[in-house]
T-cell receptor, first 115, second 113 residues
Framework: NAGVMQNPRHLVRRRGQEARLRCSPMKGHSHVYWYRQLPEEGLKFMVYLQKENIIDESGMPKERFSAEFPKEGPSILRIQQVVRGDSAAYFC?????????????FGPGTRLTVL | AQSVTQLDSQVPVFEEAPVELRCNYSSSVSVYLFWYVQYPNQGLQLLLKYLSGSTLVKGINGFEAEFNKSQTSFHLRKPSVHISDTAEYFCAVNSGGYQKVTFGTGTKLQVIP
């Protein structure tokens, strides 16, 4: 059973470009979470999605950021018109359910560098 | 609201010595507590979790943690560390209606040969 997969592992963008980060959850998991880790900081919750639904996006910046988890295919975190402050590691996690006892399994992350 | 405090940003320790990484939390409701480890350039791996029951929780790689409700703490311990334990350790809490996990800022454990 493959773990959570994220691609690309490293992404370099110039200011103003778009960044697309992909996350394939573990088989059988229908709950996906995105976190951002800034240098020297812990992970900050961004968004929680189930298939075709955004459940909680309270951690997402109001502008330029969006996320989706379509019925088919991976979850996508999209950052439009990137700025240097978007440089960070973005982690995806998945779980089989939304219960508090369901463990979140993390992917290896995508490290975004904005030049 | 829930929050996690990891007071020590870095902990150096000699190989085979014991170690304790501190974690304090705040929450107005019942909590579930976790410790994750992050090796360089990798994602987070679950070490152990406290959901209910015994306050002493044993995890992988010889780690254990004790939930102390009165002190709102969940410190991580290992009696004898190895070089391979060098990594960053994150304490996390979840007290929401679903898995909205709040992470601490992390503690970098450096094991010295």
């Amino acid at each position: 059973n493959a773990g959570v997969m994220q691609n690309p592992r490293h992404l370099v963008r110039r200011r103003g470009q778009e960044a697309r980060l992909r996350c394939s959850p573990m088989k059988g998991h229908s709950h996906v979470y995105w976190y951002r880790q800034l240098p020297e900081e812990g992970l900050k919750f961004m968004v929680y999605l189930q298939k075709e639904n955004i459940i909680d996006e309270s951690g997402m910046p109001k502008e330029r950021f969006s996320a989706e988890f379509p019925k088919e295919g991976p979850s996508i975190l999209r950052i439009q018109q990137v700025v240097r402050g978007d440089s960070a590691a973005y982690f995806c996690a998945s779980s089989p359910g939304q219960g508090l006892t369901d463990t979140q399994y993390f992917g290896p992350g995508t490290r975004l560098t904005v030049l | 609201a829930q929050s996690v405090t990891q007071l020590d940003s870095q902990v150096p320790v000699f190989e085979e010595a014991p170690v304790e990484l501190r974690c304090n939390y705040s929450s107005s409701v019942s909590v579930y507590l976790f410790w994750y480890v992050q090796y360089p350039n990798q994602g987070l791996q679950l070490l152990l979790k406290y959901l209910s029951g015994s306050t002493l929780v044993k995890g992988i790689n010889g780690f254990e943690a004790e939930f102390n409700k009165s002190q709102t703490s969940f410190h991580l311990r290992k009696p004898s560390v190895h070089i391979s334990d060098t990594a960053e350790y994150f304490c996390a809490v979840n007290s929401g209606g679903y898995q909205k996990v709040t992470f601490g800022t992390g503690t970098k454990l450096q094991v010295i040969p």
